[in-house]
């Protein structure tokens, strides 16, 4: 009898357990979810979302101490341009010390300059320098009108210099491709219509503007130098060093 009671007493203890939810718990398993016997101990595991990314303010650019002075001067010839940021983009490609140039100031008024890229500031000095004495001048003297514009083929590219290994200037902002001009006129004075087809003023302005460039960059390559050419002038780095 005594047993029995204590029977009853277990079971009774058990149905309570078990309509209370304390009965038998399932852990979620951290693999398929599904346990078997003989698995072993079941871990629960919780996952972290990943943070938000936070989109960081825009940072301002400080040019390095060398370009400063570079950067004055330039604003002091009345050009419109931006410095950017110095970057790398392959071995012997960078835009270190580079703007990109808005407009330029001739005596009297402002012209663009088209399809230009990054272009180191002392080189882009250079070019607001022969664009105003150089072509600007040039433009008013022999054609009667001023310049509008300064057609470009570009400036920076990663790339080599034709037919070499060598990297071309280009790789490193120093150079500007300059195809032609349009005046406030509205004449268009390209290279590779007016070097030899154009008129006769208009091919003096384009051998008066070549030898100005001569006297500034580094390196110069027109029509006359070869067939590359023949659409544009190179202009590459400062000081005199080899113009044809």
Not at 45 to 54: E, F, G, I, K, Q
Not at 63 to 78: H, I, Y
Not at 157 to 179: F, L, M, P
Request: hydrophobic share 35%.
């Amino acid at each position: 009898m005594k047993t029995t009671r204590i029977s009853r007493g277990l079971a009774t203890i058990a149905t309570a357990l078990a309509l209370s939810g304390c009965g038998s718990v399932i852990p979620v398993s951290s693999g398929s979810g599904t346990a078997s016997a003989g698995d072993g101990p079941e871990r629960t595991t919780y996952s972290r979302s990943a943070p938000r990314r936070v989109p960081s303010a825009p940072q301002s650019i400080a040019p390095r101490p060398e370009d400063r002075a570079c950067l004055s001067d330039l604003g002091q010839t009345g050009a419109r341009f931006d410095p950017l940021p110095d970057s790398y983009a392959a071995p012997g490609c960078n835009k270190l010390g580079t703007v990109q140039l808005m407009a330029l100031s001739g005596d009297s008024s402002q012209f663009g300059v088209s399809n230009i890229g990054p272009v180191q500031c002392h080189v882009a000095s250079t070019f607001s320098d022969w664009a105003r004495f150089g072509v600007d001048r040039a433009a008013r003297q022999l054609l009667g009108s001023s310049l509008a514009r300064i057609e470009t083929m570009g400036s920076y590219a990663c790339r080599n210099v034709a037919g070499s290994t060598r990297r071309s200037a280009h790789a490193r902002a120093e150079a500007i491709d300059v195809s032609g001009f349009v005046l406030e006129d509205g004449r268009r004075i390209s290279l590779v219509n007016d070097w030899n087809g154009g008129t006769a003023a208009e091919r003096e302005f384009l051998r008066v503007v070549h030898k100005s460039a001569c006297k500034r960059f580094g390196t110069v390559l027109g029509p006359d130098y070869n067939r590359a050419h023949a659409d544009h002038f190179h202009l590459e780095g400062t000081g005199s060093s080899f113009c044809r």
